[in-house]
């Protein structure tokens, strides 16, 4: 049986300093792999052990990282193992193969968005316009697809939270809070239609995810097992499905344990063959 992996990269297998949550006590702390640096500074990592685990996975599955990062933000990720054959970008709008962007994806997805939901003009000017100086830090877009602001977390409004995610939901889009981002998507820009677009191309009869946050819930319902992390915007919301395990751990630990989890389905899926 063949066995797809289509699993979110920032907190759900890879963490920031700041995201580890390493709760035990410093000598018990697990030694961790670097997998990503950013200005000549170490940024994200991995337990060694969940490193392992994920370079003897992926020669048993077809490993595609799936995430709302950009083509160049994940470019600057090595995971351990061979480049995969194909890795999902920009929350289901760039779909890499072998490591290029594959147009004939773009151009559906761009046609899509045209078709179902306001521009990210609209959507951008109505961000700059409502968020106060006090606690904007950044404003971005990512590949002409969304948008999304860095906050300084503390000082961010919940209500104002609310009222962007109603006025949003109103033109098609959907927002959610990772970290210091505050994201603003298409609705119809979604990490599983890109995943069904990889599983017809591979033949993928099993799809396992994992995920942390809202923008990971359609991954997670659409693929047959699933699992999310202790922490992140699905944990925070209590959201579940019958399918999906919510892990008890958080932070890198979490990671590990995710790591652990595909394993053991790959396992039970080769031996049921």
């Not at 797809?4 to 709760?23: N, Q, V």
Request: glycine share 8%; net charge negative.
């Amino acid at each position: 049986m063949t066995t797809m992996i289509a699993s979110d990269l920032d907190r759900t297998l890879i963490y920031s300093a700041a995201a580890l949550d390493l709760r035990m006590p410093d000598a018990a702390a697990p030694r961790l792999l670097c997998v990503e640096v950013y200005e000549h500074r170490p940024l994200s990592y991995l337990t060694e052990t969940a490193a392992a685990l994920l370079a003897e996975l992926r020669t048993a599955a077809h490993f595609v990282p799936t995430t709302t990062r950009t083509r160049e933000q994940y470019e600057r990720i090595q995971l351990p193992g061979p480049a995969p054959e194909f890795a999902i970008c920009a929350n289901g709008g760039q779909l890499l193969v072998h490591g290029e962007p594959d147009a004939g994806w773009q151009a559906r997805v761009r046609r899509t968005l045209a078709a179902e939901c306001a521009g990210l003009d609209e959507v951008r000017a109505h961000l700059l316009r409502s968020a106060d100086p006090a606690w904007l830090l950044k404003e971005r877009t990512a590949a002409d697809l969304f948008a999304y602001l860095v906050v300084e977390r503390a000082l961010l409004p919940d209500a104002w939270v609310k009222e962007l995610a109603a006025w949003a939901d109103g033109r098609g889009w959907t927002v959610s809070v990772q970290g210091r981002k505050v994201y603003a998507v298409p609705k119809p820009l979604t990490k599983s239609a890109a995943v069904a677009e990889v599983a017809r191309r591979t033949g993928a009869e099993t799809v396992l995810a994992a995920g942390d946050s809202l923008l990971d819930a359609d991954l997670l319902l659409a693929a047959d097992r699933g699992w999310r992390p202790g922490h992140g915007e699905l944990a925070a919301e209590g959201w579940s499905a019958p399918h999906v395990t919510a892990v008890e751990a958080c932070g890198v630990a979490a990671g590990e344990e995710i790591v652990r989890a595909f394993a053991g389905a790959v396992t039970g899926a080769v031996a049921g063959e």
